[in-house]
């Protein structure tokens, strides 16, 4: 079974750009989740999608973030403009809907940001 | 606020040593709480325990939850140099229809030859 992959690994912008992440979760799992890890910081939650509808949007920064989901299958997390405070680890995660399983996360390996 | 509070922060051992590994929690709808091994990139599960005093055990890895003292322990036995690794502690929380993990920082562990 393929894992959660996230791209890029890594993308080096500078202030005021654009960067979009993607996320592909584990095929079949309906939750998604975005997380953030920034410098010398615990990992934080963004937000939390069921299927295409965002569930839990409270850990979103502010609305320089934009996260979609359409057709509930993978999600992209854009920044726009990016801040030097943006910089960090950007983790996606995905679970089953139900069961004990739902709240067992698999993670993918982040996507690295660096705002200039 | 919700917490959870991992130590010690990094941990230096050799190769055969036992660790015990620490993480307390103060937090509002606890549902479970999750372990997690973080090499590289991903972090991966180790364990989900929600039910106090039920021993995990996978190979040289354990874990107990204790809900009435609010705390959870990892222990690793035998430790080898692919132990190495940050261990992530992290609470599931459930508000109202909400789904949240809440991590500590983390436990920095190196296992030497």
């Known amino acids: 079974e393929a894992g959660v992959t996230q791209f890029p690994s890594h993308s080096v912008i500078e202030k005021g750009q654009t960067v979009t992440l993607r996320c592909d979760p584990i095929?079949?799992?309906?939750?998604l989740y975005w997380y953030r890890r920034v410098m010398g910081k615990e990992i934080k939650f963004l937000l939390h999608f069921v299927k295409e509808s965002k569930q839990d949007e409270s850990g979103m920064p502010n609305n320089r973030f934009l996260a979609e989901r359409t057709g509930g299958t993978y999600s992209t997390l854009k920044v726009q403009p990016a801040e030097l405070e943006d910089s960090g680890v950007y983790f996606c995660a995905s679970s089953q809907v139900g069961g004990s399983g739902a709240n067992v996360l698999t993670f993918g390996a982040g996507s690295r940001l660096t705002v200039l | 606020e919700d917490k959870v509070v991992q130590s010690p922060l990094s941990l230096v051992v050799h190769e055969g040593d036992t660790v015990t590994l620490n993480c307390s929690y103060e937090?509002?709808?606890?549902?479970?709480l999750l372990w997690y091994k973080q090499e590289k990139k991903a972090p991966t599960f180790l364990f989900m325990l929600t039910s106090s005093g039920i021993e995990k055990k996978s190979g040289r890895l354990s874990s107990i939850l204790d809900k009435k003292e609010l705390f959870s322990i990892l222990n690793i036995t035998a430790t080898q140099t692919g132990d190495s690794a940050i261990y992530l502690c992290a609470v599931f929380l459930y508000i109202g229809s909400a789904r949240q993990l809440t991590f500590g920082s983390g436990t920095q562990l190196t296992v030497l030859p």
């Open positions: 937090v509002t709808n606890f549902r479970s």
């Open positions: 095929s079949g799992h309906d939750n």
